[in-house]
């Protein structure tokens, strides 16, 4: 995300953090979402979790959660909707989609999901049918000007009409061979094998899928992570 956002100044990225694991930077408040606070007070009882900088939490039992952010002078492109109960996953999916569905000329907004079986049964069908974002925007997004970025630990569960439709998979470490056949039958090439442990740690293969749906290994990369960025982090 802070790589799209150096990218794309003035991209609109939406944050769905179902564990939670992210911490927002800054809130609006007040009549009409015109007052910024510190966002800290929310995440006094967290022992761990990373902040992402310049970002906003959203208040996801506003009315209006997401009124007053990306405006074109605010720097803070990020914001960031999150919750620890279950119950609320549909909360989550339902301002997204209402940010879907608002049209916006010469747009560039990214729907970032962090952990995307969340958001799905067991059988692939979404927790709330009527508002299946992630799909939506998978399927067409790009005429909306919009793009997804997906996270999950486990592949296998996805719904196969997000999996094809991918453009670029950047594939981490697998801990289940379930997990990598699924991802075989979708066309990744059977030669491909998730990064091994010779490779070191955060290493990960970026596998690239043409127009035409033929899926191409491209390299193999490894994220560069700060000491300050590893301290937030939790054990698991």
Not at 40 to 49: I, L, P
Not at 128 to 155: H, I, N, S
Request: proline share 6%; charged share 30%.
């Amino acid at each position: 995300m802070r790589q799209i956002v150096r990218e794309r100044p003035n991209v609109q990225i939406l944050l769905l953090d179902s564990k939670p694991r992210f911490r927002a930077e800054i809130e609006r408040f007040g009549p009409g979402n015109r007052m910024v606070r510190n966002a800290e007070y929310h995440y006094k009882d967290w022992e761990s979790g990373p902040t992402i900088p310049g970002s906003y939490r959203v208040n996801i039992h506003s009315d209006r959660p997401l009124h007053k952010l990306w405006t074109k002078d605010d720097r803070c492109r990020i914001a960031l909707a999150q919750t620890e109960l279950p119950t609320e996953r549909r909360r989550l999916l339902q301002i997204a989609d209402n940010w879907y569905n608002v049209r916006q000329r010469q747009a560039d907004r990214i729907l970032a999901v962090d952990e995307l079986l969340d958001y799905y049964y067991r059988n692939s069908l979404s927790i709330a049918a009527d508002t299946d974002t992630p799909l939506k925007v998978v399927r067409a997004g790009g005429e909306r000007g919009f793009g997804g970025l997906y996270g999950a630990q486990r592949p296998k569960g996805l719904p196969p009409q997000i999996t094809e439709e991918l453009s670029v998979l950047y594939l981490f470490h697998l801990r289940y061979s379930a997990d990598i056949k699924y991802l075989w039958d979708m066309g990744v090439p059977s030669d491909i094998q998730p990064p091994g442990e010779d490779e070191g740690d955060y290493a990960f293969h970026i596998i690239r899928i043409r127009p035409g749906g033929k899926c191409e290994f491209d390299r193999t990369c490894r994220l560069t992570l700060s000491e300050a960025y590893l301290s937030e982090l939790s054990d698991t």
